[in-house]
């Protein structure tokens, strides 16, 4: 399987990982890409910020790092998503968890497709995008909107 998901220092288990996988071909499909390797690993917000700090130079906390290791159209990348943020954001954006999980779960299939977050009009396509596929989700598995 080209989507695999792991946990680094927490207890955690994704709901549904063979609709999410699925769902991830989908919108790979629909960029005009194709998958090879994408691993997500769920950690805490200590583990994320040892990568953020050690690999980026960051010093802040941060729902989402991506590495890419795409070549041309074929995109791979480890994605790795702090649930202590997705939870955080949640509560703050008034938003259901498991939609926000989606969100940034995308957010990292975004980035391996070549959208950038740094600008504003770069933040603007790329929320139209996580909306567009947030919809998707919902109309793969029959969600009420």
Known sequence: MPVR???EEIDFK???PRKAVNWIKEAVKKERRSLSDI??????????LGLNQGFLN???????????????KTIAGEIYISIDRVKENSLKFQSDFEDELHRVMIHGILHLCGYNDKKATEKSIMRKKEDAYLSLWK???HVKL
């Open 5 to 7: 998901f792991f946990v």
């Open 14 to 16: 994704i709901n549904n």
């Open 39 to 48: 691993n997500y690993i769920f950690c805490d917000d200590p583990y994320l």
């Open 58 to 72: 960051h010093k802040t906390l941060t729902d989402i790092i991506t590495f890419d290791y795409s070549e041309g």
């Open 139 to 141: 109309k793969m598995f």
